[in-house]
């Protein structure tokens, strides 16, 4: 069965960079595209950015251009995503999620990755 | 940029209840782009609805979902205890890739 399993709890200061690992299985790694998704205490969701897990292609949402970094390991079928220059706006639960390969929705979702910045 | 408003804010209903959720976008979107997806406290959403009106693998026929341009609706028929959580649509644009309405609680009355 398709799983996407990300990396435990992380709590970091402010300025600090974080990495959340996404580990995908039960499906071919290259025939889907990856999302992340971060979602703040209490608010909805906010799409961050995409990789193409073909040929390692990204693109992030403007506000996140210079503090995201998407990649991937094809040979473990994991993807990572950096969040540099850490502040207290960026607690939240990150997301990944599997796109479908024919239609503009997620099916299959990581279980979350809560990140905490503070001092 | 596209804005998907959501309402109401909160709906409280009872089990064997109809709830209808609207989901309105700022411009006209493609039904193929409108999705819909489940929360519950604690857990990742849950895709329940894709290209406005197709029910995912697994999502009860309670569940539907309707359509196009700018409003957008999902309907479900008889509401179980199970079904009591937030409610997001969302769309595909070009920029930003992915948007997502603000939800919908609902919640037992």
């Known amino acids: 069965q398709v799983q996407l399993v990300q990396s435990g709890a992380e709590v970091k200061k402010p300025g600090a960079s974080v990495t959340v690992s996404c580990k995908t299985s039960g499906y071919t790694f290259t025939n889907n595209l990856i999302h992340w998704m971060r979602q703040a205490p209490g608010q909805g969701l906010e799409w961050m950015g995409v990789?193409?897990?073909?040929?390692?292609?990204?693109s992030y949402e403007r506000k996140f251009q210079d503090k995201v970094a998407v990649t991937r390991d094809t040979s473990t079928s994991t993807v990572y995503m950096e969040v540099s220059s850490l502040t207290a706006d960026d607690t939240a639960v990150y997301f990944c999620?599997?796109?479908?390969?024919?239609?503009?929705?997620?099916?299959?979702w990581g279980q979350g990755t809560p990140v905490t910045v503070s001092s | 940029e596209i804005v998907l408003t959501q309402s109401p804010g909160t709906l409280s209903l009872s089990p064997g209840d109809r709830a209808t959720l609207s989901c309105r976008a700022s411009q006209s979107v493609s039904s193929s782009y409108l999705a819909w997806y489940q929360q519950k406290p604690g857990q990742a959403p849950r895709l329940l609805i894709y290209?406005?009106?197709t029910r995912a693998t697994g999502v009860p026929d309670r569940f539907s979902g309707s359509g196009y341009a700018t409003d957008f609706t999902l309907t479900i028929s008889r509401l179980e205890p199970d079904d009591f959580a937030v409610y997001y649509c969302?769309?595909?644009?070009?920029?930003?890739?992915?948007?997502f309405g603000q939800g919908t609680k609902l919640e037992i009355k």
């Open positions: 290209d406005a009106s």
């Open positions: 999620a599997r796109r479908m390969a024919q239609a503009w929705a997620f099916d299959y």
């Open positions: 990789i193409n897990l073909n040929n390692g292609a990204t």
């Open positions: 969302q769309q595909y644009g070009t920029s930003p890739g992915y948007i």
